[in-house]
């Protein structure tokens, strides 16, 4: 098992900046793939960046491409999602989630974290 804890959402303006955190516990030497999925109101849970536990490589949503950038800290067992230039349209909640292989649905999931931009 592996449990994700999200943090660092929450309110900000229109070109403003955050920083989410997932902090990986348990067997964490399972997961390959860390990714950053978001689902705002009314809407359909969409991806929104993954990065290789082992190599470190990344790739974004369309959407957000130039303005996040995810990383991590093996050490830690921690990714991050720095978000800049935050537009209303990122407003969601995020979740963070595991897998073991590129070829494998995510199976782990965080409870989730609100982030909200005001225009």
């Known amino acids: 098992q592996v449990q994700l804890v999200e943090s660092g959402g929450g309110l900000v303006q229109a070109g403003g900046s955050l920083r989410l955190s997932c902090a990986a516990s348990?067997?964490?030497?399972?997961?390959?793939?860390m990714g950053w999925f978001r689902q705002a109101p009314g809407k359909e849970r969409e991806f929104v960046s993954v990065?290789?536990?082992?190599?470190?490589?990344?790739t974004y949503a369309d959407s957000v491409k130039g303005r996040f950038t995810i990383s991590r800290d093996n050490a830690k067992n921690t990714v991050y999602l720095q978000m800049n230039s935050l537009k209303p349209e990122d407003t969601a909640v995020y979740y963070c989630?595991?897998?073991?292989?590129?070829?494998?649905?995510?199976?782990?999931w965080g409870q989730g974290t609100q982030v909200t931009v005001s225009s």
């Open positions: 990065i290789s536990w082992i190599g470190g490589s990344t």
């Open positions: 989630a595991a897998r073991a292989s590129s070829y494998l649905p995510y199976n782990y």
């Open positions: 348990g067997r964490t030497s399972s997961s390959i793939d």
